[in-house]
């Protein structure tokens, strides 16, 4: 089993900033990627960002060049950097680790971005 807790989430103005941290914990062999979806009410649950092990990244074209994802392999634990945020931001967002070919989901953290 293998638990993942967020952290950072908050209520921001548009234009700021927040800075997201997953870190995983529990019977962990290998973390093979981590990564960031958010879900808005009424909406899928859609991918953010994610990066491998080794460490190739992947964003989704709403956020390139705003959010900027980070990992640290040691503490199992990874970023997520978001500037120049939007009220369209606006969403719960889940981290989740796949470790050997099964994917865990953190219980989520609420991002809210007034106009």
């Known amino acids: 089993q293998v638990q993942l807790v967020e952290s950072g989430g908050g209520l921001v103005q548009a234009g700021g900033s927040l800075r997201l941290s997953c870190t995983a914990s529990?019977?962990?062999?290998?973390?093979?990627?981590m990564g960031w979806y958010r879900q808005a009410p009424g909406k899928q649950r859609d991918m953010v960002a994610a990066i491998t092990s080794g460490v190739d990244i992947n964003y989704a074209d709403s956020v390139k060049g705003r959010f900027t994802i980070s990992r640290d392999n040691a503490k199992n634990t990874v970023y997520l950097q978001m500037n120049s945020l939007k009220p369209e931001d606006t969403a719960v967002y889940y981290c989740n680790a796949d470790v050997v070919l099964r994917r865990y989901w953190g219980q989520g953290t609420q991002v809210t971005v007034s106009s």
């Open positions: 529990g019977s962990i062999f290998r973390i093979d990627a």
